[in-house]
């Protein structure tokens, strides 16, 4: 079978499932019952529509492109609308207007930007387009603050998190810079070397001080990183940026208040003060691990999770819907989700390995260890591994700004796939 058929066949499980999950939605409904069938039936065949027109989209423009990120997305795409439904149905209606937004998107990149090689000629541009949108939530009149971080910007109706694209676009001016400067950075360790590490480094602090966003500085600094260590293969590299960022943290944490407070409330969620803190509390993660533990090996029954205002969770759309997914589904639900993640981070770095040339190679890794770094910090906030965040799970999450920015991504991703795997 070849690849695009692959491909083609992936699609349909993600189909079942978002069928199978709107049904399992309207049974909660008594006023919906009679419609179960038809109703779901429905969403199930646009949904798969959609999906194969973007199926034959990349057919004809990528044909070489890797034949399972397409169905892993769609996977993760459905469950997110039938979890954001359960939750709100207007949210779900937003949420699938930005994924045919990001579907439109995604195509848009896959049939006019084929040869993603030019982009190195504009590092400098796309650095400072990056820059310039991490620091827009602290512009006034146009900049939002959410749970004591500048993460969203809001123009008249539109809101959405320049964080998302930001990450992407510092990503591809660091596989650019990286592929010129690597040969010089692998012959030895010198002090200039450093430079670029102790930049990146900054920028990554004053993300965690200016726009008090410890998730998007780790996912900025744990993505250069990774680059660095490909691009060099020395691990000293790598463990000197551990130790700058981990004393950065500790300095930031003890001396700078929101940082601090985010601190206590991951140290001691059940103190009674902090659960009960209006602002910098750990009420939002305390509630999280409650849920996750009712939640058990199979679940509390789809459906059956106590939302607030008067129930269980906070923002379960957003932060904590992981913790939501495993009070319904379980640790063996939850786990599941987790193992399609891991899959499109293989699936990334296959593409990372095969590609034959520096900056194809360097993008991929970049890309797949930034998607990756995302998934870990917002599970590892809601399951108290880590401070909690308010970086979204992608694709699963509500969120226009984070469904667009992933789809690029992983258009970006299949573009290296493309030429990596076309005969030569």
Known sequence: ????????????????????????????????????????????????????????????????????????VAVLSSFGLVMVYRIDEALARDQATWFVVGLIVFGAIIVFLRDYRPLERYRYTIALLGIVLLLLPRVPGIGAQVNGAYLGVRVGPISFQPAELSKIAMIVFLASYLRDTRLVMMQRLRLKDLGPLLLIWGASMVLLVFIRDLGSSLMFFGGFLALVYVATSR??????????????????????????????AWQHPFDPHLYNAQVGGSYQLAQSLFAQADGGLFGAGFGQALLTPKGLLPAAQTDLIYSLITNELGLFGATALIGVYLLIVQRGFKIAMLADDSFSKLLATGLTAVFALQVFVIVGGVTKLIPLTGVTLPFVSYGGSSIVANFVLVALLLTVSNRARAPR
Do not use: K
């Open 1 to 72: 079978m070849s690849a695009r058929n692959r491909e083609l066949l992936g699609l349909i499980p993600a189909a079942i499932l978002v069928t199978a999950g709107f049904a399992a939605v309207f049974l909660q409904q008594d006023d919906l019952r009679e419609q179960i069938s038809n109703l779901s039936l429905t969403i199930g065949a646009v949904f798969l529509g959609l999906c194969v027109c973007v199926h034959l989209v990349v057919r004809f423009a990528l044909p070489h492109a890797d034949p399972y990120l397409v169905p892993l």
């Open 235 to 264: 691990l000293s590299f790598v463990g000197i940026g551990l130790a700058l960022f981990a004393a950065g943290a500790w300095f930031f944490g003890t001396t700078v208040s929101h940082v601090h407070d985010r601190v206590e």
